[in-house]
């Protein structure tokens, strides 16, 4: 279904389009906009897909830590957990 709108765009859109048209690029100033927000509409599908790898990454990575040997967790009930979570990054530092 079609609906019908106006717009209005600048001087500087409006030769762009029609350029365009000249061109043979596109038949239409209309089938320009179109194409401009197909391509808006494509980069925000492919921007959530982004974030929904990275959400589902870093869920694979906390589950795979969950998984493992009781010895590489961290203990939170003791007031100096952060001493030993720099002396655990400093280890690795070293060991590399």
Sequence with gaps: MNV???ITL???YMRYAEQQVEDG????VEKVVEAGLDELMRAENELTQEHHDAVTAMADEINRRLDGPAD???SMDE???FDRVRERVSERRQAK
């Design 4 to 6: 019908k709108n106006t």
């Design 10 to 12: 600048s001087d500087r």
């Design 25 to 28: 690029q596109f038949p239409s």
């Design 72 to 74: 590489q967790w961290i």
């Design 79 to 81: 007031d100096n957990l």
